[in-house]
Nanobody
Framework: QVQLVESGGGLVQAGGSLRLSCAVS????????MGWYRQAPGKQRELVAI???????NYADSVEGRFTVSRDNAKNTVYLQMNSLKPEDTALYYC???????????????WGQGTQVTVSS
């Protein structure tokens, strides 16, 4: 069974940096895209950054230029480097993967448990 194991969240002051990591646990046949979503209290979950198997990236306007998503295909791991953090970046950050568990599977969305990022002013 595919699981996503996140790490790297924490408390940081405004202007600081954090790096999130997410590794795939279990067998997976192919990965279409990996990335990060976030959900702040009282708000809907929103896209932060996505990277495809081909290396194409997509960012939320609010993080463009401050966050960088990258992946290590050999390790099935995705990273999110977050710089110049702002209090409004405070949220629970979820790792996301779209892929196929076996050659006959349909593309499926998988989610991590979430890692808390808190930015103090």
């Amino acid at each position: 069974q595919v699981q996503l194991v996140e790490s790297g969240g924490g408390l940081v002051q405004a202007g600081g940096s954090l790096r999130l990591s997410c590794a795939v646990s279990g067998r997976i046949f192919s990965i279409n895209a990996m990335g990060w979503y976030r959900q702040a209290p009282g708000k809907q979950r929103e896209l932060v950054a996505i990277i495809t198997s081909g290396g194409n990236t997509n960012y939320a306007d609010s993080v463009e230029g401050r966050f960088t998503v990258s992946r290590d295909n050999a390790k099935n791991t995705v990273y999110l480097q977050m710089n110049s953090l702002k209090p409004e970046d405070t949220a629970l950050y979820y790792c996301y993967l779209n892929g196929r568990e076996t050659w006959s599977s349909l593309h499926t969305n998988y989610w991590g448990q979430g890692t808390q990022v808190t930015v103090s002013s």
